[in-house]
């Protein structure tokens, strides 16, 4: 298939302690540099999965923004379309304790505003040689409510990214094919900030706001994930040799991606991105 990811792409600097995280001092522990973003990620894992895949994103005319040509480049994702230029770096700094589990994080991702509408309309034509499109909700409110109107009858899918950033979907629920959350966005989407639903019910909520089909992630309790048709609590097994979350969640996105694009089971789908998180939680 062939699939044109919009997103954000960063360098991340992740900081790992080599035992139990003692805050507000200076923990012992292994510092990594890596090519991350939700985009990218999403882009990368779809491209392992043997998908066609183009990433529109914003790359500085900077070190890090080299860094983020190279590895795109090594990892056949066509990037030709980017917006390239003389903007600031977009990095993401998180901190893990000693069984990968993220602290914090901070993220400075303020380049992505300039992916525009404006500039998505001039790539009409780009985007719609695709056979589906996704984005990430780093992308600004404005941007992200109008990329339904520039697409073709083609599938619209979208990662939450945050609670404050799955907010901007507000207004265009029913223009979504597939949209993957956390457990915390999803009550975001919901208005449920005193957990009063149960997680079928936020399934229910969100369906009702028009979305074909939603998947939220529950971290180390699974994946419930909904349709017209039916809703599957799917629990995972315990992982022990834990190495990393991060880019979880990504994996699980492109594999629900990949199997959603070929009309597979709802199950299916779950199975094979919970199998693909998996392996990136204990590979890293």
Do not use: C, W
């Amino acid at each position: 298939m062939k699939i044109v990811v919009i997103g954000a792409s960063n360098i991340d600097i992740i900081g790992k302690s080599n035992e139990k995280f003692i805050f507000e001092t200076s923990n012992l522990g292994r510092i990594n540099f890596q090519v991350g973003g939700v985009g990218k990620n999403i882009a990368d894992f779809l491209t392992r999965l043997e998908e066609e895949v183009k990433l529109i994103t914003v790359i500085p005319d900077s070190f890090f923004g080299e860094m983020i040509k190279k590895d795109l480049f090594y990892k056949n994702i066509d990037f030709t379309e980017s917006l390239m230029g003389d903007f600031e770096d977009s990095i993401y700094l998180s901190i893990e304790n000693n069984h990968g589990g993220m602290i914090s994080a901070i993220n400075q991702m303020n380049n992505i505003r300039h992916l525009t509408s404006d500039y998505l309309e001039e790539k009409k034509l780009y985007i719609n040689e695709s056979d589906a499109i996704v984005i990430d909700t780093n992308l600004s409110q404005e941007t992200i409510e109008n990329i339904p109107n520039i697409i073709d009858d083609k599938p619209f899918i979208v990662e939450g990214v945050s609670v404050e950033k799955v907010k901007k979907i507000k207004n265009i629920y029913k223009k979504i094919d597939l949209l993957k959350v956390n457990e915390d966005e999803a009550r975001a989407i919901v208005d449920d900030e005193d957990k009063l639903f149960s997680k079928e019910e936020m399934i229910e909520k969100i369906l009702s706001l028009g979305v074909e089909e939603v998947h939220i992630t529950l971290g180390k309790d699974g994946v419930i994930a909904g349709n017209s048709e039916e809703t599957i609590n799917y629990e995972v097994k315990p992982i022990e040799n834990v190495k990393s979350v991060n880019k979880a969640g990504d994996a699980y996105f492109a594999g629900i991606i990949s199997k959603y694009l070929i009309n597979s089971t709802l199950e299916e789908r779950i199975v094979f991105g919970t199998e693909l998180s998996r392996k990136q939680i204990i590979g890293g």
